[in-house]
């Protein structure tokens, strides 16, 4: 691991207080560090289902998924009531950042995966990436981990949620 920068343990750690933390009016659940790659690999529906509990993310208010590409961390922010997604990334620059139709085609991959019907109708979700004016930019290359916890959770979504 790089000096400074934040593990995947580290990152699943703290979204796992952040869910625990909650009031219980609002339904809010994660997902690992893993399952981005996994989605992309293919064997997501392998892991799934290998899972003790089964998460119901359809009745979430919430959902977030760390988003891990190229040493780069972002977060996909997942509204399932609201039929919205929302990937957000501090390091906005033509050369860097993710790559954002990749990351909405994992997220398509993941809702799909949890849909009873097993097709959705994407044509009432919206798949949205702010830009770089409208949420916070680190002005380093190295707090991506730190933006996508802190920053991008706390200061941006949760007010909007509870």
């Known amino acids: 691991m790089d000096e400074g920068l934040l593990s995947d343990y580290i990152i ?7 869910k ?13 560090c893993s399952v981005y790659e996994r989605l992309g690999r293919g064997d997501f529906g392998t892991f799934k289902s290998h899972q003790k509990s089964q998460k119901d993310i359809h009745d979430s208010d ?10 780069h961390w972002g977060l996909l ?7 919205t997604v929302i990937l957000l990334d501090s390091f906005q620059t033509p050369s860097s950042g993710i790559d954002k139709h990749v990351a909405f085609e994992r997220a398509r991959r993941l809702l799909t995966s949890y849909s009873p ?5 994407w044509e009432s979700w ?3 990436m702010p830009p770089a004016d409208e949420i916070p930019q ?13 920053v991008c959770v706390i200061k941006f979504f949760m007010t909007q949620i509870l």
Do not use: W
């Open 12 to 18: 699943d750690v703290y979204l796992k207080v952040i």
């Open 20 to 32: 625990m933390s909650c009031s219980s009016e609002a339904n809010i659940d994660y997902f690992d």
């Open 62 to 71: 919430l959902l977030f998924l760390p988003v891990h590409e190229a040493s």
């Open 77 to 83: 922010v997942f509204y399932p009531k609201r039929k």
């Open 117 to 121: 019907n097993a097709e959705l109708s």
């Open 126 to 128: 919206e798949f949205y």
């Open 138 to 150: 680190q002005t380093n290359g190295s707090d991506c981990g730190v933006f996508a916890c802190q």
